[in-house]
């Protein structure tokens, strides 16, 4: 069972590598066949739902490039995102809507690249679970078979009794797992929406008309 539950951690580390706020989500696709989760699968979000004014393109300074990496990252919590976006405002000598939304849209396309990998990878993940179930069934029918046969493969019947009992609890901590990586994507969306409203508190009144 130990080497069951490191292939398992092995599996989430490499997804959680590779947000369901109102309005930032692109079209919701329901007709994925590899698609396991109960969440809807948004592959595509868009920030100008998110950021309400428009916004040119602009080399980031590298402070500003040290702030997007620090809100782009998960264990970054709101509170702390709030401080970091506080404390560069503070020591900056200009802080105007362009500036911020350059941030806004380095922290955007951090997080939406991270969610593409990580759908990306659940897709991946959910062939595996079928691929695993279908081999479950194989060994099952086969065993049946062998069972009503006139003189039984016992070392046989044994050897896909042990196979289908390590498959079968591989494929439960799968199981289990999934429940927790679905919503990693919709924790993302999540973040990103709510990163946009923190750096929006310092936008100057003018630029968001």
């Known amino acids: 069972m130990k080497a069951a539950g490191h292939g398992l951690g092995a599996a989430l580390g490499l997804l959680l590598w590779l947000a369901q706020a109102p309005g930032i989500a692109g079209a919701a696709d329901f007709s994925d066949p590899d698609w396991p989760c109960i969440q809807r699968k948004v592959e595509t979000l ?10 040119t393109r602009a080399q980031l300074t590298s402070a500003g490039k040290d702030l997007a990496a620090v809100l782009s990252v998960r264990r970054v ?9 506080q404390d560069f405002v503070e020591k900056s000598a200009l802080v105007d809507g362009q500036l911020l939304g350059n941030i806004f849209l380095a922290v955007f396309d951090n997080i939406a690249d991270t969610r593409k990998r990580l759908i990306a990878g659940i897709a991946l993940y959910s062939r595996k679970q079928i ?9 099952r029918t086969e065993m049946v078979r062998l069972e009503g046969e006139k003189h039984p493969d016992f070392d046989r019947i044994d050897k896909l009794e042990e196979q289908m ?18 919503e990693t994507p919709v924790l993302l969306e999540k973040r990103a929406y709510a990163i946009g409203k923190i750096l929006l508190k310092h ?3 003018r630029d968001t008309q």
């Open 77 to 85: 919590s709101l509170e702390e995102a709030e401080l970091h976006v």
């Open 165 to 182: 009992d390590w498959d079968e609890r591989i494929y439960r901590d799968r199981e289990q797992a999934l429940t927790y990586v679905c």
């Open 203 to 205: 936008m100057p009144d």
């Open 46 to 55: 868009s920030a100008s739902l998110i950021w309400p004014a428009p916004i």
């Open 131 to 139: 691929a695993l179930s279908s081999r479950i069934e194989g060994s």
